[in-house]
């Protein structure tokens, strides 16, 4: 045996580069993972201390069922603002929309004698049609998107009025035709889930697929980053917008079919409600996964969260006024946080541009 096998190696001093080279790059990622993935940080916390408090009703299949019958419908809606916000542009009308269609879907069965098929159809276009009318305004018009909207809400909201005279529509009239039961099956399960819940699950993976690997959903963005240079880069951003918010208009109308058909009744107060939730939503998920624009995982995470926190507060016996005292507070977060990822990521920007400057100069 020589000297040198026999002389044990030295471990490296605590101050030496092997040592410390793993803290800069832990440094680096940390803050990272918990920008990116707070919100999903936040509802495993969230579930995790609600399951403990609540351990005989909270984690239930029951509790589950009823978050996704209840809360589906404001991740539509969240999914159906995401085309619009992706340009920069507000939908403020959405909820009227629901509130119209909702009124129709039943409306063309009871009132028309519509087979449900053909109401579905209808209903369907005139979502899209509307979309497209608000997109018009925007695009053609050059009104600005929460201006045009709030006042096409608000015009929707009257037509929802008048055509229901105030007054429910229910499936089961007292007298004449009943909707069909094939459509009100909508409403139910399939695998023990709401139909409605695989429904939006597709949906959200679909976007998904559009919106990170597709030149369609690169160019909204690219729009709601700066329209101008969009236009110059050859992207018809008028197209796009008009686009954009037919689609926000189609998934109003897809909501207001189902709930007609899980209410059973057609009414123009149900869709104005959903409005502040959605909003809740899509803002607070533009802060996580993709911090700083709105992306499709993050609003499902912001939507479970809503829901979980909400249906675990119930179950300590919050009242009613609860839901909405906690969704208005979450778009004041969720508004602020964007807003703070944004000027953070453009204060980093400037900080490497001046540093390759400094480079080039030395």
């Not at 803290?23 to 920008?35: A, D, K, N």
């Not at 009871?110 to 579905?120: D, H, R």
Request: overall charge positive; some cysteine; charged content about 10%.
């Amino acid at each position: 045996m020589t000297v040198d096998s026999a002389t044990p190696r030295r471990k490296p001093p605590h101050g030496s580069p092997r040592a410390s080279s793993r803290t800069p790059q832990l440094r680096r990622i940390l803050p990272r993972v918990l920008g990116n993935h707070a919100l999903l940080i936040l509802l495993v916390l969230i579930v995790v201390g609600f399951t403990i408090a609540r351990p005989r009703t909270f984690p239930t299949s029951l509790t589950f069922q009823g978050i996704l019958a209840d809360k589906t419908v404001i991740l539509l809606l969240a999914l159906g603002l995401l085309f619009p916000l992706a340009t920069n542009n507000f939908d403020i009308s959405i909820g009227y929309m629901v509130a119209l269609t909702n009124s129709l879907a039943m409306g063309f069965q009871i009132k028309s004698g519509l087979s449900w098929e053909v109401s579905v159809v209808l209903v369907l276009v005139i979502g899209l049609c509307l979309g497209f009318f608000n997109g018009m305004l925007i695009a053609y018009a050059r009104i600005d998107s929460f201006i045009a909207t709030l006042g096409s809400g608000t015009l929707f909201f009257g037509v929802a009025n008048w055509y229901t005279g105030g007054l429910q529509i229910s499936a089961v009239p007292p007298r004449g035709k009943p909707a069909s039961a094939t459509y009100l099956n909508l409403a139910s399960n399939w695998l023990g889930i709401p139909k409605i819940a695989w429904f939006a699950a597709l949906l959200a993976i679909i976007l998904w697929i559009v919106f990170e690997y597709l030149p369609a959903g690169r160019r909204l963005y690219a729009i709601g980053a700066n329209r101008r240079a969009a236009d110059l880069s050859g992207i018809n951003s008028r197209r796009l917008i008009i686009i954009a918010f037919g689609m926000s208009g189609l998934l109003a109308a897809i909501v207001g079919i189902f709930l007609a058909a899980q209410l059973q009744i057609g009414q123009a107060t149900t869709g104005p409600d959903y409005l502040l939730p959605a909003f809740a939503a899509i803002l607070l998920g533009a802060t996580s996964v993709r911090p700083g624009r709105v992306n499709v995982w993050g609003t499902v995470i912001a939507v479970s969260l809503l829901a979980v926190a909400i249906a675990g507060l119930q179950q300590f016996g919050a009242q009613f006024y609860v839901e909405s005292v906690f969704n208005g507070s979450m778009v004041i977060i969720a508004v602020g946080a964007a807003g703070y990822v944004i000027r953070r990521r453009v204060g980093a920007m400037r900080g490497s541009t001046e540093s390759q400057s400094a480079d080039v100069g030395v």
